[in-house]
Nanobody, 123 residues
């Protein structure tokens, strides 16, 4: 059974930082690209970042580029998202998702999702 469990969310002040983690199990982690997707209150899903199977390439949404670093530890089956200089508009539930292949494509899709971790940016 594929499981993706996010952690690391919480309340942070504007300008602060958080590091999200996603523990994966039930599949061969290093066979797949992985993504982070978020959903702000009252809004739809927004893709945030992706990383290929071997971390050879990383991808970021324009709205957060320069403030994010996605990484993975294939030995630990864990995906990470370092978020810096957080803004109030970054408040959202952040989900990690398993991509359909080893390489990320914008139209590739994802087939498994975690339950998400809430990030609240507020003073």
């Amino acid at each position: 059974e594929v499981q993706l469990v996010e952690s690391g969310g919480g309340l942070v002040q504007p300008g602060g930082s958080l590091r999200l983690s996603c523990a994966a199990s039930g599949f061969t982690f290093d066979d797949y690209a992985m993504s982070w997707v978020r959903q702000a209150p009252g809004k739809g899903l927004e893709w945030v970042s992706a990383i290929t199977w071997n971390a050879g390439s990383t991808y970021y949404t324009e709205s957060m580029k320069g403030r994010l670093t996605i990484s993975r530890d294939n030995a630990k089956n864990t995906l990470y998202l370092q978020m810096n200089s957080l803004l109030s508009e970054d408040t959202a539930v952040y989900y990690c998702a398993k991509d359909l292949s080893a390489f990320y494509t914008s139209d590739g899709g994802m087939d498994y999702w975690g339950k998400g971790t809430l990030v609240t940016v507020s003073s």
